[in-house]
């Protein structure tokens, strides 16, 4: 015989998912109105990007960004903290000086991809070669021809000139045939497939060091000289790499295909840490008033690179998430479950803050309600992707409805990578990462144009309140979401494989 009460909690299990889901919007509106009509974003986001600046994870900057943003909270009302997690070795980036020396003399801008050597304090001058390092088959190949050189790694990444005349069929064709064949590069994305390509990518500086190569060259892969940055503790290089403008990169690659040998000429000195450093997320929570220890995430990555001020990766969402706390805490409202806000750190170098905090909490799993990342840069939230959620649909339409007037209506099937909601869908956690505008993201992401003027005020405002909005209403629906699937966090590998020259 069941117990009447027992009966009651089996039946609301029995319930069908919309009444445990059904969306209670009041508070909505002054939300919105406090987000919109008195935002701090931009106040923020201007301090955090121009007087705190640049957020290299393990650089000074970074640690006064926690603090920083940790007062903030405070200053709102919030409890805020920092927790800190298990890095990697540091890096610091130091002057970089390279020249094309042949067919002519000019001096060519380049930038050290993170987590990868100097030239040893000398200058390193040697030809240019173009092969094909994709594969670990490839590689084979040609390996021979980089002794001594500067090696282009791949085919430059098709980029068209957004001043000329407009790509033709056959122009286009050409270009969606290259983005063909790479992607089928990366079409296994199976755990195997995954973990060999990671260590493949950490065991090639070595192989060619090895095999006596100057350094190698990235495309920044950008309109106008921009360029792009990456690299991790995770994949530290004993070579130089550095990343030069897609002009350039195609400039060397057109001389090789007409036989002109181009040289170039580089000296290049960075420093590695010896040993292992601790970072920080920046935590901070309004505690839930009937149901405190089931828990609402709102994150956003704290940290960026280098070549900027990292505005809109990330300074922006994390101003956006900030922002969300003060609305909320200005509002007086009393969400029922815990909102917790987290500014992650390590994303960059392979989401090493937010994988550290889930595998740290990873006994509260069941009990947090959503994650909510925003990391698609300065843009407007449009909607909300369902990261394989499609029983959570309906449910999404319903958070949204509230804002489907500031333009946040749209929800799609689709599943996002490359940010921290990943972290936390491993253990089973409803967690998504909001769909924005655009905002020419595509050029601002990890470039030296990722500056302060390229925010959009009211862009931010909007998403402040989306993120306010349904941070509330998901603390306050009667129960909890369904779990997702749990396939545990992946294993990343962080040392070349045995056998090759520096693996353990
Ligand atoms: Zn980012």
Redesign the pocket.
């Known amino acids: 015989m069941i117990k009447p009460h027992a009966l009651l909690a089996a039946l609301a299990l029995a319930a069908p998912l919309h009444a445990q889901t059904a969306v209670d919007t009041s508070g909505s509106g002054a939300l919105i109105t406090e987000a919109v009509e008195r935002s701090e974003v931009m106040g923020n986001l201007r301090h955090l990007s121009d007087v705190i600046g640049p957020r290299l994870s393990g650089a000074p900057a970074m640690r006064r960004a926690n603090q920083w943003t940790a007062e903030r909270f405070r200053s709102y009302g919030l409890t805020a903290g920092l927790e800190a997690f298990d890095f990697g070795v540091a890096w610091e980036r130091g002057p970089l000086e390279l020249r094309i020396v042949q067919p002519f003399d000019r001096a060519m801008t380049g930038h050290s991809w993170a987590w990868t050597a100097g030239t040893g304090g000398k200058a390193r001058e040697g030809p240019v070669v173009l092969v094909d390092l994709s594969t670990r088959d490839s590689l084979g190949r040609y390996l021979e021809r980089v002794r001594g050189a500067w090696v282009l790694p791949k085919l430059s990444t098709p980029i068209w000139n957004p001043d000329g005349p407009p790509a033709t069929p056959q122009d286009s064709g050409r270009i969606a045939a290259i983005t063909a064949a790479r992607a089928t590069l990366t079409a296994d994305t199976s755990a195997a497939a995954v973990l060999e390509r990671r260590q493949f990518q950490i065991d090639l500086p070595f192989i060619l060091q090895e095999a006596g190569a100057l350094g190698t060259l990235v495309d920044g892969g950008k309109e106008h000289g921009l360029m792009t940055m990456s690299g991790s503790p995770n994949r530290v290089s004993p070579l130089p790499n550095i990343v030069i403008s897609h002009e350039d990169y195609t400039l060397l690659e057109r001389l090789i295909q007409r036989r002109v040998v181009p040289r170039l000429a580089s000296k290049v000195e960075n420093k590695l840490g010896g040993s292992r450093v601790r970072q920080w997320n920046t935590v901070a929570e309004m505690k839930g008033s009937e149901l405190p220890g089931q828990v609402v995430i709102l994150g956003a ?1 704290l940290d960026s690179w280098d070549l900027g001020t990292g505005v809109t ?2 300074g922006a969402g994390s101003m956006v998430v900030l922002e969300a706390a003060r609305v909320l805490a200005r509002s007086g409202l009393k969400p029922k479950r815990t909102i917790r806000f987290i500014l992650f750190g390590g ?2 170098q392979g989401l090493i803050g937010s994988r550290a905090y889930a595998a740290a909490h990873a006994g509260q799993a069941d009990s947090v309600q959503a994650v909510l990342v925003i ?1 698609n840069g300065t843009g407007r939230i449009v909607g909300q992707a369902l990261q394989g959620r499609a029983d959570l649909e309906d449910t999404w339409r319903a958070l949204l409805a509230p804002v489907a007037h500031l333009g946040a209506a749209t929800v799609r099937a689709a599943m996002k990578s490359g ?1 921290d909601h990943l972290s936390f869908a491993f253990y089973g956690i409803p967690a998504f990462n909001f769909d924005q505008d655009p905002r020419g993201y595509f050029h601002t992401h990890h470039s030296e144009s990722d500056t302060f003027d390229k925010a959009v005020g009211d862009d931010l405002a909007q998403a402040s309140a989306v993120m306010a909005v349904t941070a509330y209403q998901l603390a306050n629906l009667p129960g909890l979401l369904p779990r997702g699937l749990k396939p545990g966090p992946e294993r990343i590998p962080n040392r070349p494989s045995q056998g090759v020259a520096g693996g353990k």
Do not use: M, P, Y
């Open positions: 990555h990766d990330n994303e960059e990391d940010t």
